[in-house]
């Protein structure tokens, strides 16, 4: 079943959103951006939780690493990069999480995931992947090709 758009408006906090982190270059609504990816979730077969329990079950992995490359299949590898501090959902009313970022590459293709915490609880929670050249952008259709051998 693919992720259902959220009911009620997003309440969002627009000063985060205006800065870049969450948006990158994307000229679309945070709406329009939900709705493009679920919508390419859905062509390929699968939903938004179930992409976040696979990204957090592969974030997990590399991050129990601490700082060493993790083998997450014959062809992904992962390390993870420790930060201090804690980083604010721009969704109000999400609270914070914890930084660090498990990198996960494709040796075969050179593909590439940088995966937060927070871009987790964003696509579990909202649907929400970030926009275009965001620095935190998890492709959907590079994730779950990437992805389908962690499941």
Known sequence: ?????PTRPMRIDSRAMAEGRFLGSDSRTVEQIVAHDAATL????????????????AFLAVRAGLGTSVSLSPTLTGIFHDAMGRVPSPFLGDGVFEKGEAVIVDQATGERLVVTRLSIHLIRAHGFFQGRNSIYR??????AAMLIAVR
């Open 42 to 57: 859905a062509s390929l077969g699968t939903t938004c939780q179930q992409m976040a329990e696979v990204l957090e079950k």
């Open 1 to 5: 079943m693919p992720h259902a758009l």
């Open 138 to 143: 998890v492709e959907p259709s590079v994730a």
